[in-house]
């Protein structure tokens, strides 16, 4: 497939700096079969369009999975009008459970495009997302990736597509927050992790470009006693601590840091994770300052983002962080099968690339060359503490502005 030629995206000067990709994990897998006419040939009839949903739902991130596919659910109902239609095409969603496990949720995929589904969603864990990738390109299948932020992914190939924010544009976010970075001193607080390393790549290479002095404090994913990495980052004096972490670990990290004076210490970065998380910073979350890829009501309550709040919570569902993701997903779904093709996966591709539209957050856009997602970002603030608690939106920051530089695809 060759890479059509696209215009400029406007970007703010912290995207003068380039990110280095992260290596990427190959995978071998099963030929699927040849795709047939178009949706808009008229010789597929109604045939049903089958759509995989490969996504944690259980393990460590079991409560982004279930927010995401929550999110996905509603956006194909508003999508398709309430009909489960796209194109005249019924949408048959079938979910399976990665556990955060590339091995799981490569062999779940390989299972589905043997059976023939030619679109794959989902991916809550960045190290599932960089096997999952792969092996879309190989068997030419759509595949759009959800929560999983790392920025690997963007422009990795044809096939792949993102449906939520990566980690670039966290850091933009956060960027906005700190002022002249010239000289100062920043520490990256992570996991190591896939997630983790991209989060400490990044923030080297936006604000490290811009003159900070980048290092970082890296947790294995299993500890659970963190207060040895929260002394080691007060030691190290730094004058901003950008914490990039996820799972079930984070209140046990919110407390290490309070108790060893790190929130006083200096200014303290993070982004603002789902409801069930406010409640764990306590009187703490007044010193943290936040970077947002969504809460409800961030969107200013747009049409679209009233449409998945209420469809989320028709379901029985409660909308959050990674709903947006889901319900995105499903509208570039949608989009592919009726601007493309109901079979053919390069005509689904050509449907995506470009398309701007209302999404949940506002206007986005999906960038050809390289299929970031260039989406608004917000800056909130915490008010409250324990079950009370909740975000106010502090700025948006249009979509150009923290837009990724772009990374065009290699085919």
Request: net charge neutral.
């Amino acid at each position: 497939m060759r890479r059509r030629a696209v215009g400029t995206v406007q970007r703010s000067p912290l995207t003068a700096a380039a990110l280095g990709a992260a290596g990427l994990l190959l995978v071998g897998c099963t030929a699927a079969g040849q795709a047939g006419e178009g949706s808009g040939s008229g010789k597929d009839g109604d045939e049903a369009v089958k759509v995989g949903l490969v996504y944690s739902r259980t393990g460590l991130l079991a409560a982004y999975g279930k927010q995401y596919r929550d999110g996905f659910m509603a956006g194909l109902d508003h999508a398709t009008k309430g009909t489960g239609k796209a194109g005249g095409h019924p949408v048959e969603v079938t979910e399976q459970d990665d556990a955060g496990d590339p091995g799981k949720a490569v062999s779940a995929a390989k299972n589905l495009i043997g059976k023939g589904y030619k679109v794959l969603a989902g991916t809550t864990d960045s190290g599932v997302a960089l096997q999952m990738a792969p092996l879309a390109a190989q068997n030419k299948v759509l595949y759009v990736n959800g929560p999983a932020a790392t920025d690997a992914v963007t422009g990795i190939n044809d096939y792949t597509f993102r449906s939520g924010r990566q980690s670039y544009q966290d850091i933009l976010t956060a960027g906005t927050m700190l002022g002249n970075p010239e000289g100062k001193k920043v520490t990256v607080l992570a996991q190591d992790s896939t997630f983790g390393q991209a989060n400490v790549a990044a923030v080297k290479a936006v604000l490290g470009a811009q003159g900070a002095k980048v290092g970082s404090v890296l947790a294995p994913p299993s500890a659970t006693d963190l207060t040895p990495f929260a002394r080691q980052v007060k030691a190290g004096g730094p004058d901003l601590v950008f914490v990039a972490w996820a799972g079930a670990t984070a209140p046990a990290l919110w407390t290490a840091l309070d108790q060893q004076g790190v929130l006083n210490a200096g200014k303290v970065v993070t982004g603002l994770a789902g409801t069930a998380s406010y409640p764990v910073f306590g009187a703490a979350g007044a010193k943290v300052s936040f970077l947002a890829h969504y809460f409800p009501g961030a969107g200013g309550n747009n049409a679209v983002e009233k449409a998945m709040l209420a469809g989320v919570e028709k379901a029985g569902g409660t909308p959050d962080l990674f709903s947006t993701d889901g319900f995105t997903a499903a509208q570039m779904v949608v989009r592919a099968i009726e601007e493309g093709s109901a079979t053919d996966t390069a005509a689904m591709v050509k449907a995506l690339e470009g398309w701007s539209f209302d999404g949940v957050k506002g206007r986005q856009q999906i960038r050809a060359e390289d299929h970031a997602l260039v989406q608004p970002m917000f800056v909130a603030k915490l008010n409250g503490k324990g079950a009370s608690a909740k975000p106010e939106l502090v700025s948006t920051q249009p979509m150009d502005a923290v837009a990724p530089p772009s990374k065009p695809s290699a085919g």
